[in-house]
């Protein structure tokens, strides 16, 4: 069976535990699509080079999670030829047998516009903010700063900007716990299942 489930949105919106809950309900493979382009953040020099390159020794790195890796990330990912080079493989992925969920910001708008599930996971930038701040800690006030720079920066970016798809369905998670919003996915990509 192929089976996409498009799973976009903004820095720390939740789109990483969701996906990662529905992939293990349905038996589906899960890819992070932001940590290839943090990949190729973190590995400096020339990132089209990066891009093209990218090994499984690069996306294992346990640096991949922090801020400056979120912000290399976001600012490699408006360079055209860093997209294309990373294009194929997501692509094949979304497609290949037995399920698959992809998270990011243009899966269901440009990786792959036929996915059978488009989710567009969004919470207020305070919100999101506070729930990165969890994870990394620091400083409240600059990990605010740093969720809004890269809202900027994904969404008024040229080529596949963060939005969502036409047909993708909205999930605020402001007011949401992990579990409600989880069930909320999984009832949207139960309903598409074939038979
Ligand atoms: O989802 P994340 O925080 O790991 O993403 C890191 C950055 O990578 C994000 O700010 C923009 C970029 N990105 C992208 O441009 N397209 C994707 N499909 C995924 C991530």
């Known amino acids: 069976m192929i089976f996409t489930v498009a799973i976009d949105g903004p820095a720390a919106a939740g ?7 529905v992939a293990a309900r349905f038996g589906f493979a ?7 382009y943090r990949a190729v953040g973190v590995k400096g020099g020339d990132p089209v080079a990066a891009a093209n390159g990218l090994t499984p020794e690069d996306l294992a790195r346990d640096d991949l999670r922090t801020l400056e890796a979120g912000l290399a990330a976001s ?3 408006v360079i055209p030829e860093v997209r294309a080079a990373l ?3 997501q692509r094949r992925f ?9 998270d990011g910001r243009d899966i269901g708008t440009v990786i792959c516009p036929e996915a059978e599930v488009k989710l567009f996971v969004t919470a207020s930038a305070e919100v999101r903010a506070h729930r990165r701040w969890l994870e990394v800690g620091g400083d409240a006030a600059r990990v605010l700063a740093e969720v809004r720079e890269r809202d900027d920066r994904d ?3 040229a080529d596949a900007p963060l939005k969502p798809a036409a047909d993708a369905v909205l999930l ?3 007011g949401l716990g992990p ?3 989880i069930a909320q996915a999984i009832a949207l990509v139960q309903a598409q299942l074939p038979g």
């Open 94 to 102: 979304a497609r290949r047998e037995g399920g698959a969920v992809l």
């Open 155 to 157: 969404m008024n970016r």
């Open 75 to 77: 600012r490699v990912a």
């Open 179 to 181: 579990e409600e919003a």
């Open 87 to 89: 294009l194929d493989f």
């Open 15 to 21: 789109k990483g535990t969701i996906s990662r809950a």
């Open 30 to 36: 899960h890819l992070d699509t932001g940590a290839l």
């Open 172 to 174: 605020d998670t402001s």
